[in-house]
């Protein structure tokens, strides 16, 4: 099989793209290399097992003619090239929009015109400032105002989710939609704000934990290995056709709390700062109080569900960033 991913340079993608190599498919990548990077993804390409199995066109997915020529070639798209993190969105909060927006437009109408199967990451920043746990599909959606620039992340992935529903509806197109929640793992970096790579890079410095808010918000990790396994599950499920659905891990923590776990499991002597929102993101911020999802449709769908334990996460991404 041809597999196409879009972001495949970046965090999640080159893991998914590892995982169909290492199976024996074809993999074709796009990536601008905004938030990607060839350090993730150079390992494949130099693997003489993966010789004439790896493509890789540094470029984006507005480029038509590009996406033409890609989108005809492969069987399935995974479409996970957008602007990512919180920071990247107040940073660039128009690039991040056009890139959500626009770029999501174009595959959908490429595999349209193509009629190929496409899996369109989504964001469990989607469902908005609930406190509720945990959340299920078919929950309301709650944003703050327009004012709020952080909302505009969660609003065009929205507009993504309903322009590949109406692909569904309105032309047959099979679309799979998955949420994710807070995925981490080896090769994800702090550099966009991430917490845990951010967290772990200070605490191997011994450098104060950097906190935002009290720390009471809480948040469910998953580990990318996990995530890869959902998703590849999801694109061959014909029951995940015309369905939206969470992807998501086992073990809320208040980021207060993760900080302390790192300290204690890198044997840091870090203290922990409290750094206010207003500080950290400007005055117009706010953060989401409580993300915990529900995986029981992603079970019933794929018989699969993530289940590693943050400890297990947290090795793994401390073994990582140790190692560099
Ligand atoms: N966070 C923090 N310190 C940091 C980076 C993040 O306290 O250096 C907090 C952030 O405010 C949020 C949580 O950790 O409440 C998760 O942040 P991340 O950007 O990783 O993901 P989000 O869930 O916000 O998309």
């Known amino acids: 099989m041809r597999v196409l991913i879009t972001g495949g340079a970046g965090f999640i993608g080159s893991h998914l793209a590892e995982a169909y190599l290492e199976r024996g498919d074809d993999v074709y990548i796009i990536d601008d290399l905004s938030t990607g990077s060839m350090d993730n993804i150079r390992f494949l390409q130099e693997d003489p097992r993966y010789r004439n199995k790896i493509f890789v066109h540094i470029n984006t997915i507005l480029n038509h003619d590009m996406m033409l020529e890609l989108t005809g070639i492969c069987d399935v798209v995974y479409h996970l090239a957008a602007a990512v993190g919180v920071k990247t969105i107040l940073d660039k909060p128009l690039e991040s929009i056009v890139t959500n927006i626009q770029g999501t437009e174009k595959v959908l109408e490429m595999c349209n015109k193509f009629k190929k199967r496409v899996l369109i990451a989504s ?142 499991m890198t044997g840091s002597t870090s203290t922990i700062q409290l750094i206010p929102y207003a500080e950290a993101f400007g005055k117009d911020f706010e953060d989401m109080q409580r993300r915990v999802p529900s995986t029981q449709k992603l079970e019933q769908v794929t018989g699969f569900a993530p289940d590693k334990s943050l400890d297990f996460i947290l090795s793994k991404v401390i073994e990582y960033i140790n190692r560099r």
Do not use: C
């Open 123 to 264: 964001t469990s920043e989607v469902y908005g400032k609930h406190t509720h746990a945990p959340l299920v599909e078919t929950d309301n959606i709650i944003y703050g105002p327009s004012s709020k620039f952080r909302w505009s992340y969660a609003a065009s992935k929205l507009m993504d989710e309903f322009t590949a529903l109406a692909h569904y509806r309105t032309n047959g197109l099979e679309v799979i939609i998955a949420r994710l929640f807070n995925t981490v793992g080896p090769r994800q970096t702090g550099a966009y704000g991430m917490v845990i790579p951010s967290f772990v890079a200070q605490a191997l410095k011994n450098e104060p934990i950097t906190v935002f808010g009290d720390g009471t918000q809480t948040r469910t990790f998953t580990y990318v290995k996990e995530v890869v396994t959902a998703l590849m599950k999801l694109m061959a499920s014909d029951q995940a056709i015309g369905e939206v659905i969470n992807v998501g891990g086992v073990e809320e923590i208040s980021i207060l709390d993760l900080a302390q776990r790192i300290i204690d």
